[in-house]
């Protein structure tokens, strides 16, 4: 039974993987931890995710909660990921980071710990969603630098960050199949008076409305026709499904820093 610590529980994305968590067979919550200070501090894990009561408190302290867990899953905010490496590198305890709107300070970070423990980061933990990305990766490779590629994502009006992780690690695999670096060619939206689109730039706009859980579309366009990917995210668990994946996955691996790709089995 893969034992399973909850960091952030007292978010949507933490109480999403509560949810799944408990309703697996093959894994058990063993722990749930916040920030310290937090209102929730001390609240059942279950009985937040509507769940009822499952006898486990959540905790502000982070080392604590990794004592008996095989594996902790993450989504927090990015500056809960140094001590929630640290807890992570002090119990040895492996961990899935699916935390978005990291800058690559902590990217490094994630980078530095995974010389001790095994980590898997993704901007997007769905299996679906990672599975878009490489068919993006693909008609980027098949369709040259004549078609030109905008990404919009729709995300709810809660969401901290843009643009959405998946939408840069979209932008990323096109880039990456056109030998391109998506910093040197991104367009971050656009205003005022913007003159011609340069050739190769890699559009990347944001929504945010609603309570929509996330929609991605990649367009290539040509002066002839136009080709749409998309996927629409329905449900916040998919996510929590992916990242319990990837954390029983992930826990007999040795030290390193692993992404959904290599759960996937992408090359």
Known sequence: MLKVAVFGANGRMGRAVTRVVSASSDAEIVAACT??????????VGELA????????????????????DVAID???????????????ATGCALVMGTTG??????????????????????????GVNVFTELARQAASYLDG??????TEAHHRYKLDAPSG??????????????????????????????ERPKGAIGIHAIRAGNIVGDHTVAFVSDTETVELTHH?????????GALRAAAWLVNKPAGLYSMRDVLGFE
Request: no cysteine.
């Open 233 to 241: 995210a329905v449900d916040r668990e998919l996510f929590a499904s």
């Open 166 to 195: 998946t939408a840069l690690q979209l932008g990323e695999a096109v880039a990456d199949a056109r030998g391109q670096n998506l910093a040197d060619v991104q367009v971050l939206g656009r205003s005022g008076h913007t003159g």
């Open 102 to 127: 990291l800058s690559a300070d902590h990217v490094g970070m994630l980078s530095h710990a995974s010389d001790s423990i095994s980590i898997l980061y993704g901007r997007n933990l769905s299996v």
């Open 35 to 44: 920030e310290p200070g937090h209102e929730t501090v001390g609240q059942d």
């Open 50 to 69: 509507g769940l009822g009561s499952l006898g486990i408190p959540i905790s502000g302290d982070a080392e604590d909660a990794l004592v008996n867990a």
């Open 75 to 89: 989504f927090t905010l990015p500056a809960a990921v140094p001590g929630n490496l640290a807890a992570a590198q």
């Open 146 to 151: 004549d078609w030109d590629v905008e990404i």
